[in-house]
DNA sequence: ATTATATATTCTGAATATTGAATAACCTAA
DNA sequence: TTAGGTTATTCAATATTCAGAATATATAAT
């Protein structure tokens, strides 16, 4: 199979700020609900369930069902390598024209109505991934 | 400025089976006009020269004039491990799925009446960049 | 059954991307 | 100047993507 076509199509699934934003959450959250991606990017639960369909049609992420939630993760740990070159040539790039980025990390609103385990603690300062989750990344 | 629309923006660039080729021959072959491309590429003209005109505005390739020829090559060396990186993850991608990519290497067609001095020496074995452009490179 | 909560899908018009065809612009030589 | 070779742009038809609105589905509790 012609591997340009497969990797433009890679690209594709990438070429939306949405999209970037919510690999990034699943990259430094580690696995969460979509109330909870919803919740820290502050956008309607259908927009962000779009987006993740597209993201699950191009085989980037995976979802598990847990009672009313819904649990996406990345694939693959070498997504984030992905995400981290691309953002770095992006910065470089931008760098280059004389523009410098900024990759705002949206915190958690405090008012998700959400029962799930990840969301449940929202009133802690940050209710991110275990520390085990944490090393397997590095 | 908005990182993830500016990741976005290089993504779309790259989203194109035609873009990543051509960027392909401009990482393998080095700088080269355009009918160096078309050549290998087996494509119109006007084809190649809007592909390349999109590349030029995403910032990826730069171009220079000499005389009838206009020469084009990567901005940066760090194009090349983006396309590295995001050609071997596609190509995981794909092998999860049971897919085996190929990324075929088309040759430069005898018959280019080009008279640029990368397209003239067409008839030998291969007639890519010098090997000190090469050693840049690596 | 009904209700409530969490998530997914479908439909739509607007915006954007794709690509062939035609043509314009640029440079050199005579 | 004209002619010829190389590259760029414009136009138009088609296809795709974007994102809001409405609705559907899945699960749990009552």
Redesign the interface.
Known sequence: ????????????A????????IL?VLRSDGECCVCHIENIMGQRQAYISQQLSRLREA??VVDRREGLNVFYSL??E??S??LE??????????S??G??????QLEHEESCPCTCPNCGVQDEAHAGRTSQELSQVT
């Open positions: 199979m012609d591997g340009y076509e497969w990797q433009g199509s890679l690209m594709k990438l070429a939306h700020p949405a999209r970037l934003q990034e085989g980037l694939v693959d070498s997504i390598q992905l070159v691309t953002r770095q040539s992006a910065t470089d790039l931008a280059f024209n523009v410098q980025l900024s990759f705002r």
